[in-house]
């Protein structure tokens, strides 16, 4: 199969910027994302997982799951075997350099994938991840969300969709469009091809934070996510501070404290969500 790739997003900052002190490449979020102020200039592209992208998605499945007893090696696995669907998000190569070189190869910058954790409810991570996902709710969700969550979970007849979306920090949520539309695209010829991308739900686990002085005031790591609140069928949300390297992560100002967002999605919203997306990154 051929390997896309779509260019996604321009990132320019200014020579000034760029110019900043070197200590500042050491602030980090309570995820362990760069947060500093020092900006790089790179043009990004979409291409289907490789193997060389295998420790790149590891490290970006750790900024969702943190310490979680999740297999992220296992599941980063699983990722690049079901390639024809998802993309990691690649710097742009220069004319010259050969993008199968090793040196260059583990560079991923995000990944955006939908995993079938019905169909491949036997593989050890996916194990592991329904039985989190079913302890959260269960430990944190009101009555009727804790019944919906163990109900999706048990019934094999129902095909759960887990779906994937992260990256590093600064990159601008722009880039979820494209990537997105072309996630889109794959399900569809899956579809077609008779293969298990049709789901009765799906799951979304976000990143989010809340301020100190007002709780009510969320703020979604990935800003293109945000809308997704008001179309879930159900939802609730973790506080991951003891999870986290740093309890607290400063944001213009304020200090911020990490939780986890659960949405759970009729499956048959999937395009609505990627539009819904689309209009809150062309609104900004």
């Not at 593989?123 to 039985?131: G, L, N, S």
Request: with cysteine; charged share 30%.
């Amino acid at each position: 199969m051929s390997n896309k790739k779509n260019k996604v997003e321009n990132v320019s900052e200014s020579e000034e910027e760029q110019e900043l002190d070197s200590e500042r490449d050491s602030d980090v979020d309570s995820d362990g994302n760069y947060v500093g102020e020092k900006e790089l200039q790179a043009d990004f592209e979409g291409r289907n997982p490789e193997d060389c992208d295998y420790h790149g998605i590891k490290q970006l499945l750790r900024q969702l799951f943190l310490k979680s007893n999740v297999d992220l090696g296992a599941l980063a696995q699983i990722i690049i075997s079901q390639n024809y669907v998802g993309s990691v998000v690649k710097q742009c190569l220069d004319d010259g350099i050969d993008d199968e070189d090793d040196d260059v190869g583990d560079g991923v910058f995000g990944v955006t994938t939908l995993i079938n954790i019905t169909k491949k409810k036997d593989e050890q991570c996916i194990k592991q991840i329904r039985a989190l996902l079913t302890t959260l709710a269960n430990d944190n969700a009101d009555e009727k969300t804790k019944t919906l969550v163990n109900k999706v979970l048990s019934d094999d007849a129902s095909q759960v969709g887990l779906i994937i979306n992260e990256r590093i920090l600064n990159i601008p949520a722009a880039i979820s469009v494209p990537l997105f539309s072309s996630l889109q695209s794959e399900v569809d010829r899956a579809v077609k091809r008779n293969m298990p991308y049709t789901f009765q739900y799906l799951i979304w686990i976000c990143k989010t934070y809340k301020t100190i002085d007002d709780e009510s005031d969320i703020l979604f790591a990935n800003q293109e996510e945000k809308p997704l609140l008001d179309v879930a069928i159900a939802n609730f949300e973790v506080d991951v501070t003891e999870q986290a390297e740093l309890s607290q992560w400063e944001h213009e100002g304020g200090a911020m404290t990490p939780y986890r967002k659960v949405l759970i999605f009729d499956g048959s919203k999937f395009n609505e969500l990627i539009r819904l997306m689309k209009e809150e990154v062309e609104s900004v």
